[in-house]
Each structure stands twice: as C-alpha cells, then as structure tokens.
C-alpha cells in the first residue's frame, strides 16, 4: 500500500526548507552535481550551530560557511537587530526601511554561504556605548525571551558569539549581543523560563558557549587571544566540490551588504580562528567535542547512516537519480524516527535532494505582480521532471484560494507542462508586506510580532502558495511553492519578485514634513493609485484641530488597473498664534463604494534585492514654528540617501543639485552651498572641484558640510577639506536628549536670524551627531558641546571659520536625520547655518 507523506507546513515556519528563505527568491534553488554531493553527505551529520551577533554584517562569514560547508552542520546566523540604524550608502531610506532593505541583503549573504538566517524584535535604535543602555531601550526581558525562543527552536549543540560582553566590542549594542547569548544559554533549558514558549518549542540545553574571538577596532582577527582557554582552527581551507575555498565564498557573502559599501575581494589561503571558552563543558580539542554528530544520536539512526553512505560512494554525476530509491528508502526510515526535531530538519533536507537528483522543477507564476483584495488573477503552474525517473503528478492545489485539479499525469523526461487557474483573492486577505513592521513598534527599542510562531523568521511565509502532489518511487509527496511573480528584465534577465495582495486604492502624500512659518497655504499633492480597473471614489484630507484643506474634499475616476491621479488640496493653519514649536499629523483618506482607507504605497527598488512592498499610513507631519532665513538660492551637493533638499524646499530655499554642469559654471549665484553626508566619501569628482569651493567661500560664499568619514579625505589638498585644516574622529553623541551647551551664546550663528535656545534641541531622533572633529585649527570656532552621559565634553561637532568672505561651517550634528523627521529645531539652526553673515 502507497504511504502518502505530506509536508507539515506550520513547521516550515521553524526549518529551513528547499525553498529560498525569501520569499521573493526563485522558487527552487537549482543544485549543481557538487551541491548535491555535499548535500548528501551532509545527511550523515546530526549537528548544529548558533552564531549570535548584534546587526548585519556583524557575522564572520568564513565561520560562517565553514561551520555549513564543511563541518556540514545546520548552522543559523541569529542577528539579534535587523540594522535599522545603520547609514544608507545607496538611497534616503532610514530607520526600518534600512533595516528591511538589511534584512534582504542578508538573506542575499546567506543564499551564498550556507546557512539559516534569524532576528529578534528588537530594533537598531543607533549607536551605543554602553551594554546597559542597549538593554533597557530593547526591553532586557523581551529580547532575551527572544534568543532563548530561538535557541529552543534551533536546539543548537554549540552556541557562538561574534563579540565579548564588555567594552571591548565596541559597541552597547555589540556587548548586548553576547549577554543575551550568554545568558540565553543558561535559560533555554529551564522549563520555567518563558513558558509560553513550550506550546510549540520544548527546552534545550546547549553543550557550550564560546567567543569567536574579535575586538572591534583594536586586534587583529588572526591574533592570538589573550584568555587561556582557547582552540585555534583553520577556515581557510578549499572546499572542491564547490570549487572555492571558504575565503572565498564569504566574500561573495560580504559583499551583498551593498547599502553598507562592504564589497570586500576574495581571499585565499590558511585562516586561523580561535574559540574561547565561555560556559558549559569546556571544548580540549574541537568546538564539537562531546557532541554526537552522527546518527547514533537518535534511536534508529544507524540503519539511515547505512543507506547514506550507500547513496554516497554510488552517486553519478551524470546519473543523480540513480540513488533517489534510496533517498526515499532512507525518507521512509526517517518518518520513523521518534525524536521530532531530526526527523523534521533530514525530511526537510532529504525532500530538497529527491527534488534535486530527480530533475523536478514546479512552481506557481501569477499574471501580474499584484493583485487587489477580492479581485481576480490568473495562476500558471509549471512543473517538468529532467531524468528517466518514473513520475507521476496527482494533484495542485492553490492554499488559501478554494482552487485546486485532481489529475494523474504520468511526466515524461524533459516535457514542460502548465496549467493555468482563474483564482479569487478573498476580501479579507492580508495585505502582503513584512510582517514586523505591520503594526506600530512597541517601544524605541522593539517591533511589535504578537504571532510568536513569527517572531524572529526573517520574512513571513507566504500566505498565498500552490501545493504539488506528486508520485516518486512508488511513494506520494506534497511539496508547497510560494505564488511567486516572474518577469523579465531586459538587462538582467529572468527575474522574480514576491506577489502582493494590495487594497485596492492606495494613496500618498508627495512630502513627509510640510513646514508653516507663516499662515499662508502651502500646495499638498495626493496621488491616488488604483489597484484594480474600474475604481471610483473620493479623497480628503484628515486635519488635526487648527488647520483647514481646500477642497474639503476632491472625485476621482481610474479606469485602469496601476492608473494614478494628482489631486491638489491647499492646507494652511488657521490659528495666527502660537508659531514657536506647533505640529500634527495630516492623513488622506480615500473613500470608495467598498469603504474608507488610509493606505500609503512605498516600494523599496533596488537591483541586488527584489522590490520590497509596504503599505504605511498616508500622512504627513505639519510643522508650524517660528523660522526667519536669509538668502534664497541653494547650491546642494547630494551624499548617501539624503532628504535635506527637499527639507530646504518646504522653508523657502530654491534648491539646485550641483553636478557636473552646475560646477563648471559661475557659483557666485548661490546664496549657501551645503555639502550632504558622505558625500565626499561617495563622490570622487568633489576632489576635483575642492578648489573652486574654496574660492567660492574666499569671496563672499557660504558652505555648510554635513558630517563625513574617514580622516583619509583630508589628503584631497593641502588645505584638506575646509580651507584650514581639521581631522574627523568617530567621536559622536549617540544620546538624542543629551545636553547641549552654548559655548558661545552670543555668536551670529546662535542669535541670526533665529534665537538658538534650548528648545530647539527638543525633540531629535536617534542621536545628537556623529563623527565630530576632534582636533582642528586655531581659525575654527566652536559653538556647541555634548556629551553622553559619564564620558567627556565634545566641542567638534559644529566647527565655524570665517574665511576671505565668506563662511565654513561643518557639522556633524545629525541633521539629515532631524530634517526628514519635522523636528522644528533643527529647522531654524540649519537655517542659521545657511544665512550667516548674509
């Protein structure tokens, strides 16, 4: 009698699965015969790894895919954030959406060097200097209830920590990471701890704890440690079936930490790496000892290993379903197994090697890459078998939709076959959009999951996906594909991207801040998108108490599916008083004969990730504040992911981006040139132009710079950057509410236009500043000084020269964080930084 097996889809929440761990990647990772063969003997070893660390790109990623490739234990990357605070080098996304694009970057990194990728909620809220402090913004109990969730899901025999947990790391946020792991590791197995956990999990002890040795900044990664119970390995070796060595492979890894600029080149050769014992039972020789890796861990295993290393010594290269008789033989075994949590991970990776040495390739391709809740959508189905393997398809089914055919299809070898299904999306079908940012943080420090069989998965699974039932070897499987968009690009080829169910009218307001210094009415733009063909409606504006919209309200007509209409509303505040620090929330609200929304659109594209999805609120922030300015026309030189132009707009300046054309002529006509963040790290023409700036600052100009990197840049002339020399440091405020101190109350640049005070330092986001001078020349003034708590006072973060004349100013006061966030003032000191001496 045939047995049917049938994949358990709620545990494919907690395993890695022959799918991408994205959800937007192909649908089937296609294997070469090298994989396979690695794969394969990868069957034959029941270990497993946890490597812990605070953000991406924190992860050694030669360990990493040693511990994969070559020790072939299941090992998982648990980044504890998903990098949201980190500097965007390559667009103007912050704050979560650069954590998204991060969390997608590493999914990249993992696809290449092995293994499983996870998080926590807790959110990168910015630098920090201090465990402590690190701790309580995430919520200590919170964050650590996470890891030890992950631990008891994962049951990992060796624990690894990237950093030590004291200032050594570098960072509060770096330390965290390895007392959270520390203390995780102690909490995992005892039954009391989190309980609620054990509904889905049961408690793990792992055998040890150690520290792949690396202090930030100061030692090298090769040094010797100075602790005394170490063990030192080699990673460097060279892995021939997949024709790299493990140098190599991690930096393909690395570098698809693109927003970051970690592109590294590939190395070669030995790589020592030391373990550090922490806790548990201390390792003599090998990070694994005690640790059985074979099957004689569980109960029957020994009769699977013997199948194995059969399949093993007769694979053929040119003949892969040879051994897929006793791939199934050893599946069946395997179903057998009464310890759960092995018998799940080898199903797992034996279904990825039958699909594999069988030639099978299916997956499920919509017409389009989007669809509107409660409209229809046409789904192809492909599926082809490549070998002489006899196979027989029974069965698809679309999960979610009411569709599905019975059919018995013997396939022949190498015949491609689609089907193609009408389907209904369902009226009340979730939105499709990353799950942790669905609704509102919880706190500074943690997004709110309340589905904890999601807590910590890097991206939901999709809700929308289409099963395949098939006959191999006289046994039946199910196996589950994301419904999945693929298109063609004309310049890069066959491509995939994940398929959204969107409301069916999205609207978005052009600004994000909409600053008021007077009551004359400023023009918002609305653009309404349709969704769906056929969609009429209405759309207003949602205004707090004290400010009035005109049209109350404005038709619109879209007979087209993705057709668009700007509708132009003229919003002015309505109370003449009060102008020193007023703001609130404009929102726009469409109505249809289906109900009211107040849903934004916002895709993230980019070419070395697919294009990410949200739906946020359709609002605006109105500032209304008290704000003189002098002079009227901005030269601006754009940096990394920079929004202060627009910033400018919304208080009078008529901003012009300089590019090439712009420097070749006069710049006399600007009133200010403001230099944006990094821009000297990421445009190497400014060394060619350096000059002509400073000639412009020598008669009558005035140049604000925004913090750089690198005291490198200083080399661009002998001047360096300013016309009289400074030097940058990593020096920064990480405290957004830390003290700033007038160390000149009486200077034009606190008093002109607008009077500088301790209010306008109210409200800032993330950090006061970063990358202050720490040392500078006699010419430069400085007017401010911070500090976070216990360390010494900063001086560097706002340098003022006067030079011929004109002005030089630079900065690393945080304002390209301050501005896109409405913050009033840091609005009226840019805007005296702009107007000095006019």
Request: proline share 5%; with cysteine.
């Amino acid at each position: 009698m045939k047995k049917k097996f049938i994949i358990n889809l709620s545990i494919v929440l907690f395993l890695i699965t022959f799918f991408k761990e994205s959800s937007d990647a192909q649908a089937i990772k296609p294997m070469s015969t090298g994989e396979i063969l690695l794969n394969l003997k990868k069957l034959n070893v029941l270990g497993s790894a946890l490597y812990v660390a605070a953000h991406p790109d924190d992860e050694n990623t030669i360990m990493l895919s040693w511990l994969a490739k070559e020790r072939k234990v299941r090992t998982s990357y648990l980044s504890i954030t998903r990098g949201d605070g980190g500097q965007n080098l390559i667009g103007p996304e912050q704050a979560e959406l650069m954590g998204l694009i991060r969390t997608n970057e590493l999914l990249a990194a993992r696809a290449i060097d092995g293994p499983e990728q996870y998080f926590t909620r807790a959110n990168d809220f910015g630098f920090s200097k201090t465990t402590d402090e690190t701790l309580q913004i995430w919520g200590k109990d919170a964050v650590l209830g996470d890891v030890v969730w992950r631990i008891r899901n994962l049951r990992p025999d060796i624990i690894v920590c990237r950093f030590p947990p004291d200032p050594r790391a570098g960072h509060g946020n770096h330390s965290a990471s390895a007392v959270l792991a520390e203390e995780a590791f102690k909490l995992a197995g005892d039954p009391t701890k989190y309980p609620e956990q054990l509904k889905y999990v049961k408690p793990w002890q792992a055998k040890r704890v150690v520290w792949n040795t690396f202090n930030f900044g100061t030692v090298a990664q090769t040094q010797k440690p100075a602790e005394k119970d170490w063990i030192q390995v080699d990673i460097g070796g060279f892995n021939p079936l997949i024709g790299k060595s493990y140098n190599e492979i991690a930096a393909e890894s690395r570098s698809q930490h693109k927003s970051q600029g970690f592109g590294v080149p590939r190395g070669r050769g030995a790589r020592p790496e030391y373990f550090v014992h922490k806790f548990g039972d201390k390792a003599e020789k090998d990070v694994f000892d005690g640790v059985d890796v074979s099957w004689n861990r569980v109960k029957g295993g020994a009769a699977i290993q013997a199948i194995l290393e059969n399949a093993v010594k007769s694979f053929n290269p040119d003949m892969p379903e040879s051994i897929v008789p006793q791939l199934v033989k050893a599946y069946q075994l395997v179903e057998k197994l009464e310890d759960e949590y092995w018998k799940v991970q080898k199903k797992k990776e034996l279904e990825t090697l039958i699909i594999a040495c069988s030639g099978l390739y299916f997956e499920a391709n919509p017409s389009d890459y989007a669809v509107a809740q409660n409209d229809k959508i046409n789904v192809t189905a492909s599926f082809i078998k490549r070998s002489t393997l006899q196979m027989t398809i029974d069965k698809i089914k679309f999960v979610g939709l009411s569709k599905d055919t019975t059919m018995k299809t013997t396939l022949g070898n190498n015949e491609l076959n689609r089907l193609t299904f009408g389907v209904q999306i369902p009226k009340n079908q979730a939105l499709t959009q990353p799950y942790w940012l669905a609704e509102p943080k919880m706190s500074k420090g943690m997004y709110a999951v309340n589905d904890l069989t999601l807590n910590g998965l890097p991206t939901k699974a999709a809700d929308l996906q289409a099963e395949f039932s098939f006959t191999i070897e006289g046994q039946s499987f199910t196996f589950a594909s994301p419904i999945i968009y693929k298109y063609t690009d004309e310049t890069r080829g066959e491509l995939y991207r994940t398929f959204e169910v969107r409301p069916e009218v999205t609207a978005n307001i052009s600004d994000k801040v909409y600053v008021f210094a007077d009551t004359k009415p400023k023009t918002v733009e609305v653009t309404v998108k349709s969704q769906r063909a056929d969609l009429n409606g209405s759309v207003r504006l949602e205004l707090p108490k004290g400010w009035h919209a005109e049209p109350s309200t404005t038709i619109f007509k879209l007979a087209n599916k993705y057709q668009e209409q700007t509708i132009v509303f003229k919003v002015s505040p309505t109370d003449i008083t009060n102008f020193g620090a007023s703001d609130g929330v404009m929102r726009a609200i469409v109505d249809s004969p289906n109900g009211s929304s107040d849903k934004g659109l916002l895709t993230i594209n980019y070419d070395h990730i697919s294009p990410q999805t949200l739906f946020p609120k359709a609002e605006a922030k109105l500032v209304k504040l008290d704000i003189k300015k002098k002079g009227t026309n901005i030269g601006y030189i754009a940096g990394a992911g920079d929004e202060v132009p627009a910033a400018l707009k919304q208080i009078g300046y008529n901003v012009t981006m300089l590019g090439e054309k712009e420097f070749n002529e006069d710049l006399s006509k600007f009133d200010a040139i403001v230099v944006g963040v990094r821009a000297y790290n990421t445009e190497e023409r400014l060394k060619f132009y350096q000059k002509k700036l400073m000639d412009y600052v020598q008669n009558g100009g005035n140049m604000v710079v925004q913090y750089q990197v690198n005291n490198q840049l200083q080399k661009l002339n002998e001047g360096g950057l300013g016309p009289f020399p400074y030097k940058l440091s990593r020096e920064r405020v990480t405290v957004e509410e830390a003290e700033i101190r007038f160390l000149k109350p009486e200077h034009p640049l606190l008093n002109a236009p607008n009077k500088i005070t301790s209010k306008d330092f109210e409200n800032w986001v993330q950090e006061r500043g970063l990358y202050f001078s720490n040392e500078w020349d006699a010419q430069y003034e400085t007017l401010l000084s911070a500090n976070d708590p216990t360390e010494k006072p900063l001086d560097g973060g706002l340098l003022y020269a006067k030079h011929g004349k004109g002005n030089y100013i630079y900065t690393g006061y945080a304002f390209f964080r301050q501005l896109p966030a409405g913050v009033a003032g840091a609005y009226r000191l840019f805007a005296n930084l702009i107007s000095i001496g006019k």
